[in-house]
């Protein structure tokens, strides 16, 4: 069982940058993917980023490419979201999310632990 624990989200104008970090307990971090999803008001979860278990592969989201880097520390069992360049409609509850030997998958269903979520306001 993994527990994870988001942290850094907050209130940042069009244009600026925030980090978002998810920080992980239980064994085997390193054997789950670590993938990013987010949800704005009245909309459907959607996928952001996310790294194989393996750290070969990372996908990211079209809407995000170019701005947003996902990036993982298997020694400190921790997950970064670095995203700069912010919109308002990057404005989202962010959630850090963990799939035991997966590929980085956009279907959130594929992740069996979730966290509770930061919320990112950006603000025109």
Same mark, same amino acid.
């Given at each position: 069982?993994?527990?994870?624990? *988001?942290?850094?989200?907050?209130? %940042?104008?069009?244009?600026?940058?925030?980090?978002?970090?998810?920080?992980?307990? /239980?064994?085997?971090? @390193?054997?789950?993917? #670590? !993938?990013?999803?987010?949800?704005?008001?009245? =909309?459907?979860? *959607?996928? %952001?980023?996310?790294?194989?278990?393996? !750290? /070969?592969?990372?996908?990211?989201? +079209?809407? %995000?490419?170019?701005?947003?880097?996902?990036?993982? +520390?298997?020694? =400190?069992?921790?997950?970064?979201?670095? #995203? @700069?360049?912010? =919109?308002? *409609? +990057?404005?989202?509850?962010?959630?850090?999310?963990? +799939?035991?030997?997966?590929? /980085?998958?956009?279907? @959130?269903? *594929?992740?069996?632990?979730?966290?509770?979520?930061?919320?990112?306001?950006? @603000?025109?």
């Amino acid at each position: 069982q993994v527990q994870l624990v *988001e942290s850094g989200g907050g209130l %940042v104008q069009a244009g600026g940058s925030l980090r978002l970090s998810c920080a992980a307990s /239980g064994p085997r971090f @390193s054997f789950y993917a #670590m !993938g990013w999803f987010r949800q704005a008001p009245g =909309k459907e979860r *959607e996928f %952001v980023a996310a790294f194989s278990w393996s !750290g /070969g592969l990372i996908n990211y989201a +079209d809407s %995000v490419k170019g701005r947003f880097t996902i990036s993982r +520390d298997n020694a =400190k069992s921790t997950v970064t979201l670095q #995203m @700069s360049s912010l =919109k308002p *409609e +990057d404005t989202a509850v962010y959630y850090c999310a963990a +799939d035991y030997h997966g590929l /980085g998958t956009i279907d @959130s269903s *594929e992740y069996e632990y979730w966290g509770q979520g930061t919320q990112v306001t950006v @603000s025109s």
